[in-house]
């Protein structure tokens, strides 16, 4: 058995290795290659490969996309236990499967690693509750930290017990005395007995607490938590205060004697944030008012218990429900925030570039307002009045007045006289898309930024005449050579507090500074800061949703750097130690990548490859 910390073989190869394993979540048939796409033969169900991975779903399910994670997180790479390993190397004539990897960095000849999301050494995408394997494929089942988020424990459990070989061994690990954690869910706690009630179906030689269980580390995840929480005048006073005298004093609490020398203790106690309190609640309460009940009297959860996949897809399909609501509520407010932004740039394509414009309204025409059809109508009428020099006097003219009345506008046009939190930093090689990410910027409903554009020997007439108008029509705008570019992450660049680097095209959701602020303003600490993203790489794609666990410090000083996280603008001071840095994650999309309604032929810049 070998373990690299690449892929043993190509992603095809990996792929035909494993191909007569799988099974179709939807009817249990035989998998067979075509394209780019795996196809059963008896339901005709179509499933997607990506990258040589196969993505197979349920069809009540939806993709939850792409994650990467970093070297230094060994939390999410979920290294295996010494039990664990064992059974592996005990089974290098079998197959092992290894469900809920997560984001290993070394494959193993004879285990196949499953998720939920496709990190860089996934084989299968799927879910849990409806493994995509036929009967009898393993001769052991792991799975670690993974039971505390799955919706489904108990139709995970069945599902293993249908994989597994009769007399094939299952070790199962999971989560008691935890805060909340992981992505995106974390469903249930489980003590030993509601583990063993999970798997009464197996004959359990062994339950108990494994050495890396030990409620010491309970203990020290629990106050770590705790402490990153709070305010720092707080942690400091809590870790000067000793265990005896802090369990006193909450006891003193509990029976309502407290003294004014547990005051100070106590406030820094209650001085968790409120959205941090969940994840170390002693409890969680429902409030929740009875809905109509089904006409025939059988509730889903009954329903499920007659017939076991109908019953699990039509609960799943509830959940889902309202899963897509809220997911249509943001992609509402998203798409209302695209139309915009390709409304602005449209009207000032419309005025600066006539040879552009014919493109850009063919496509976008139908979709804008009247309003904006009246002013292209008007630029195009005035364009064919106007000799040429003249519409170039109008032009100056023009933008003589904007750069007034910015100047005299508040606040998207006037210079701020504080701090800018973020610089964002763009070498433009394209006009359209300098526009979406400038009309994304403007937009923003936190107005402390600025924009560096870096100038090079590259760029074309119209992209220097885009970086100059958008220069005088806004004061937070500045041009700068590129003579430094590659020290761009090493040396501080512009006076935000936070430094972003973005490729062609790379738009911010309209409240993306404002909720970085906010992260900041509640952990003073962090150094970078990293959200979700989307990512669409041909146009009519539907969007990739990507996110990141951690962050690979090999290439943050480089100028290729992710392109979505904020690091702070400190210079080497800060750089000097990158595994020193306080991260900062937002699990919601906050950056997108849409496809450039014009080509350049021009190189952009590199973006995440998901």
């Known amino acids: ?89 005990a089974h290098r004539d079998g197959w092992v499967l290894d469900l809920g990897a997560g984001g290993k960095h070394q494959r193993w000849d004879n285990v196949i690693q499953i998720d939920i999301f496709r990190f860089p050494m996934t084989d299968v995408v799927c879910t849990a509750d409806r493994l995509p394997f036929r009967d009898n494929a393993f001769k052991a089942v792991i799975s670690q930290a993974v039971f505390e988020h799955l919706q489904f424990p ?65 203990l020290s995840w629990f106050l770590g938590v705790y402490l990153d929480r709070v305010a720092p005048a707080h942690q400091a006073l809590l870790r000067q205060t000793t265990v005896g005298d802090l369990l006193s004093a909450l006891e003193r609490r509990g029976r309502g004697q407290t003294s004014e020398a547990d005051a100070a203790v106590l406030a820094a106690l209650d001085a968790l944030p409120l959205h941090a309190q969940r994840i170390l609640a002693a409890g969680v309460s429902i409030d929740a008012i009875n809905p109509p009940k089904l006409p025939t ?66 496509r976008i025409w139908p979709h804008i307002s009247w309003r904006a059809r009246l002013q292209f109508s008007a630029v195009a009428w005035l364009r064919a009045c106007l000799s040429h020099d003249q519409w170039q006097r109008l032009r100056s003219w023009a933008g003589a007045w904007r750069s007034v009345a910015s100047e005299q506008s508040a606040p998207r046009g006037q210079a701020s006289q504080e701090r800018p939190f973020a610089t964002i930093i763009l070498e433009p090689r394209d006009a359209t898309a300098l526009a979406d990410t400038f009309f994304s910027l403007v937009r923003q409903d936190y107005s402390a930024w600025e924009l560096v554009l870096l100038q090079s020997d590259q760029q074309n007439v119209a992209v220097r005449q885009a970086m100059s108008d958008f220069a005088r029509l806004d004061a937070r705008v500045c041009i700068q050579s590129t003579s430094a570019t590659t020290q761009v992450f090493s040396q501080p660049l512009g006076a935000g507090v936070f430094r972003l680097w973005v490729p062609e095209g790379a ?20 150094n970078a800061l990293t959200a979700d993203l989307e990512l669409t790489q041909h146009e009519g794609e539907t969007p990739l949703r990507c996110y990141h666990e951690g962050l690979d410090w090999t290439h943050i000083s480089t100028i290729s750097a992710p392109w979505y996280v904020l690091l702070k603008n400190a210079g080497s001071a800060t750089d000097a130690d990158p595994s020193a840095l306080a991260c900062g994650h937002i699990p919601e999309v906050l950056f997108h990548r849409p496809a450039p309604l014009i080509s350049s032929t021009a190189s952009v810049a590199t973006a995440p490859q998901c």
């Open 154 to 218: 108990e139709w995970a459990a069945a599902e293993i017990r249908r994989v597994l070989q009769p007399g094939g061994i299952a070790k199962i690990d999971t989560a008691f005395l935890q805060p909340e954690h992981g992505y995106p869910h974390h469903f249930y706690n489980a003590t030993e007995t509601g583990l063993r009630h999970w798997f009464r179906d197996f004959d359990i030689r062994w339950s108990g607490v494994e050495a890396y269980q030990h409620p010491q580390w309970s």
């Open 297 to 362: 009297g059988v509730s889903p959860a009954s329903q499920a218990g007659t017939d076991a996949m109908t019953g699990l897809e039509a609960v799943r399909q509830l959940s889902l429900a309202r899963e897509e609501l809220s997911l249509l509520r943001t992609q509402l407010a998203w798409m209302q925030e695209q139309h915009t932004v390709v409304q602005d740039r449209s009207r000032y394509l419309a005025q600066f570039y006539p040879k552009t414009t014919r493109e850009v309204l063919r």
């Open 1 to 89: 058995m070998t373990t690299d910390t690449a892929p043993t073989s190509s992603p095809s190869g990996r792929l035909t290795q494993i191909l007569p394993l799988l099974a179709c979540p939807r009817c249990s048939g035989a998998l067979h290659m075509a394209a780019q796409t795996l196809q059963c033969g008896a339901c005709a169900a179509v499933y997607p490969v990506r990258a040589g991975v196969p993505v197979l779903l349920p069809e009540s399910m939806q993709e939850p996309g792409v994650g990467t994670v970093s070297a230094d997180d060994p939390v999410s790479r979920h290294p295996y236990s010494p039990a664990a390993l064992e059974i592996i190397e």
């Open 507 to 526: 738009t911010l959701a309209f409240h993306a500074l404002r909720s970085f602020m906010t992260l900041v303003r509640q952990h003073p600490q962090v």
